[in-house]
């Protein structure tokens, strides 16, 4: 889930953009993207594989289990990956973008900015709660056991400090915002 969403409710076509490169990357390295069963460094599948990259040394994120694969297409997905988990929104490419890479052979890929989150182990919120996260936590109650978790729309619309009028005017943030979802 793109952070921009999953942070701030907000939704764009570059959401989606997010959501594949991690898929890809996933796909290509044979594991999920956080796996707490791997040292501290390898944890953060999105982390690791920039780290790896920015040493020149992205072929290693490659799933060993895989028997036979081609180094430039693992390198191309990878970088591919790499280029819609960016963390600004606009160096994302499109989605008619990402066709156009995968689809021609002479498509230059550009280098990947940083991507969009650093160390999402453990809980989404720091130690330092604000104002806003405050009004969100004491809103939301979750039944243990049971998978369920309600919350007020209004609570969260308050929460999110007006975000569906701030930074996006589409009937799906709106709905995010009053629907409680």
Same mark, same amino acid.
């Given at each position: 889930?793109?952070?921009?969403?999953?942070?701030?409710?907000?939704?764009?076509?570059?959401?989606?953009?997010?959501?594949?490169?991690?898929?890809?990357?996933?796909?290509?390295?044979?594991?999920?993207?956080?796996?707490?069963?791997?040292?501290?460094?390898?944890?953060?599948?999105?982390?690791?594989?920039?780290?790896?990259?920015?040493?020149?040394?992205?072929?290693?994120?490659?799933?060993?289990?895989?028997?036979?694969?081609?180094?430039?297409?693992?390198?191309?997905?990878?970088?591919l990956g790499l280029l819609?988990?960016?963390?600004?929104?606009?160096?994302?490419?499109?989605?008619?973008?990402?066709?156009?890479?995968?689809?021609?052979?002479?498509?230059?890929?550009?280098?990947?900015?940083?991507?969009?989150?650093?160390?999402?182990?453990?809980?989404? %919120?720091? #130690?330092?709660?604000? /104002? @806003?996260? !405050? +009004?969100?936590?004491?809103?939301?109650?979750?039944?243990?056991?049971?998978?369920? %978790?309600? #919350?007020?729309?209004? /609570? @969260?619309? !308050? +929460?999110?400090?007006?975000?569906?009028?701030?930074?996006?005017?589409?009937?799906?943030?709106?709905?995010?915002?009053?629907?409680?979802?």
């Open positions: 889930m793109a952070p921009e969403y999953a942070m701030n409710g907000y939704l764009s076509t570059k959401t989606d953009v997010f959501s594949f490169g991690m898929l890809v990357l996933e796909i290509v390295s044979g594991r999920k993207n956080i796996d707490k069963h791997l040292d501290a460094e390898k944890t953060d599948l999105l982390n690791y594989t920039w780290k790896l990259s920015e040493e020149g040394r992205q072929m290693e994120i490659v799933d060993p289990a895989m028997a036979e694969w081609d180094a430039d297409e693992a390198r191309l997905c990878v970088q819609c988990c960016q963390a600004v929104v606009s160096d994302r490419p499109d989605m008619y973008t990402v066709h156009l890479m995968l689809s021609s052979d002479s498509f230059t890929l550009p280098k990947p900015g940083k991507p969009a989150i650093h160390g999402r182990v453990g809980r989404w %919120m720091s #130690t330092t709660t604000t /104002a @806003s996260s !405050a +009004a969100s936590t004491a809103n939301t109650a979750t039944t243990l056991g049971t998978d369920t %978790m309600t #919350t007020r729309a209004s /609570a @969260s619309a !308050a +929460a999110l400090g007006g975000i569906a009028e701030d930074d996006s005017r589409n009937s799906i943030s709106i709905s995010f915002t009053t629907e409680g979802r």
